[in-house]
């Protein structure tokens, strides 16, 4: 059973920074794909980055190239996303997710994605 478990949101100013933490359990497959997503309040589910669990391939939405760096840490079954410059609009819920398919690249689309977690919230104040 795949477990997502994220971390790391908050409330912060526009122009800061945080890391948010996503660790897994139950990969067994190093071809998986992990990727964060955001929710903000009334709207649809976004894609923001997504790194293959082996190789370290990286996507990122154009939206936020630049500002965000996804990162694993394999002996820890964590990923990693590092938001730089917040924004207010980068206000949201921050969902971590699994894609268990054997990918060349990185998917974009949420309905690639076979596990979810329950997200942890980001704040930015302006």
């Known amino acids: 059973q795949v477990q997502l478990a994220e971390s790391g949101g908050g409330l912060v100013q526009a122009g800061g920074s945080l890391r948010l933490s996503c660790a897994a359990s139950g990969l067994t497959f190093s071809g998986y794909t992990l990727g964060w997503f955001r929710q903000a309040s009334g709207q649809e589910r976004e894609f923001v980055a997504a790194?293959?669990?082996?190789?370290?391939?990286?996507k990122y939405a154009d939206s936020v190239k630049g500002r965000f760096t996804i990162s694993s840490d394999g002996p820890k079954n964590t990923v990693y996303l590092q938001i730089d410059s917040l924004k207010p609009e980068d206000t949201a819920v921050y969902h971590c997710?699994?894609?268990?398919?054997?990918?060349?690249?990185?998917?974009?689309?949420?309905?690639?994605?076979?596990?979810w977690g329950q997200g942890t919230q980001v704040t930015v104040s302006s």
């Open positions: 790194i293959r669990w082996s190789g370290g391939n990286t």
């Open positions: 997710a699994a894609d268990k398919g054997w990918r060349i690249q990185p998917q974009t689309d949420m309905n690639a994605y076979d596990y």
